[in-house]
């Protein structure tokens, strides 16, 4: 029920809209769109808030408690006649998905992110340099790169205010919960999942990451990969 309510609260899309016109001010100077979008989706996973509330076993909510500034509402403004001169998808702001997918959570649990970003490297590293779509792929793998590293330093990120949290708590059993998460994360999303909670919380991160770049993705069939 508090996750339903987080996704409905008309306030939980206040942080995101704010990094992601600010990520786009910050790209400005990238002109090819993959690659713009690769950077405002790493912009936008390298400073998102990691909120937890105090009964999340879970971890992957909107933010609720941020608050736009006046010179924030100025960057908003901004990037959004930049867009809307220019247009969502030729300014690289805007992506062509519809979200009538499903990632490879399969994947995702047996490899990790780490895993998937080692397939792309060789991928990118194995490329036919006389290859009449080299630079196309060039720029597809550099993309994914981007993105995929960006994905993993938030769950780094995510273990330390984990780690900080377990340290502030005075409750005994609210602690150890934290300290187990905190821990939890030093392995996924990044690594494989090794236990049905890792595997829980890997795919149900990685499904909230994607949300905040604008990338609804389908759950599938949880009773066939976890």
Request: aromatic share 10%.
């Amino acid at each position: 029920q508090a996750a339903y309510e987080n996704g409905r609260n008309p306030r939980r899309w206040d942080e995101r809209h704010y990094l992601f016109c600010r990520g786009f001010l910050e790209t400005h100077g990238e002109d090819i769109h993959n690659l713009r979008r690769a950077k405002m989706d790493a912009y936008m996973f390298d400073r998102y808030t990691v909120e937890v509330s105090d009964f999340d076993l879970l971890i992957g909510r909107y933010s609720l408690n941020f608050t736009t500034t006046e010179d924030m509402r100025g960057e908003i403004s901004r990037a959004q006649d930049i867009m809307a001169a220019v247009g969502q998808y030729q300014s690289g702001a805007k992506t062509a998905s519809t979200g009538h997918r499903v990632i490879d959570y399969e994947l995702l649990l047996h490899e990790g992110v780490e895993g998937v970003l080692e397939r792309v490297r060789k991928a990118h590293a194995a490329l036919d340099p006389y290859a009449p779509d080299r630079l196309e792929r060039d720029i597809t793998y550099r993309s994914m790169e981007l993105s995929l590293s960006a994905l993993i330093r938030f769950g780094y990120r995510t273990a330390d205010t984990l780690a900080s949290l377990a340290a502030e708590t005075e409750d005994r059993e609210r602690r150890a919960q934290l300290e187990t998460l905190a821990a939890l994360f030093r392995r996924v999303p990044a690594k494989p999942a090794q236990t049905f909670y890792e595997a829980i919380q890997s795919m149900w991160f990685v499904q909230f990451a994607l949300a905040l770049i604008d990338d609804i993705t389908l759950t599938g069939h949880p009773d066939r990969y976890l």
